[in-house]
């Protein structure tokens, strides 16, 4: 199993920079893929940004240039640095993990989430 917490969320002014982190445990394979989701009030999740072990990222047009994803050295936790906030930011931001089956090695697929922390971007 896979277990991700989610810290780092707080009240930010716009303009303001924040830092998001995520530690990552249990089962972790080394080919996986690792995301930040975020959820407004009265909104769908949506997609922010990705991170492939393979060094690949993507964003959402909304955050590109001014979110940037990242992965520590141990490879234990995934960041997300947030610039140039604005009050649309406002969510609660959810860590994902996912890792592709391997039957020959009997690895099961794991889609993890975590419980999410709350970023507020004031006017």
């Known amino acids: 199993q896979v277990q991700l917490v989610e810290s780092g969320g707080g009240l930010v002014q716009a303009g303001g920079s924040l830092r998001l982190s995520c530690v990552v445990s249990?089962?972790?394979?080394?080919?996986?893929?690792m995301d930040w989701y975020r959820q407004a009030p009265g909104k769908q999740r949506e997609f922010v940004a990705t991170s492939t072990s393979g060094g690949s990222t993507s964003y959402a047009d909304s955050v590109k240039g001014r979110f940037t994803i990242s992965r520590g050295n141990a490879e234990n936790t995934v960041y997300l640095q947030m610039n140039t906030l604005k009050p649309e930011d406002t969510a609660v931001y959810y860590c994902?993990?996912?890792?592709?089956?391997?039957?020959?090695?009997?690895?099961?697929?794991?889609?993890?989430w975590g419980q999410g922390t709350q970023v507020t971007v004031s006017s």
């Open positions: 994902h993990y996912y890792h592709a089956p391997r039957v020959a090695w009997g690895l099961k697929e794991a889609d993890y």
């Open positions: 249990g089962s972790i394979f080394s080919v996986n893929t």
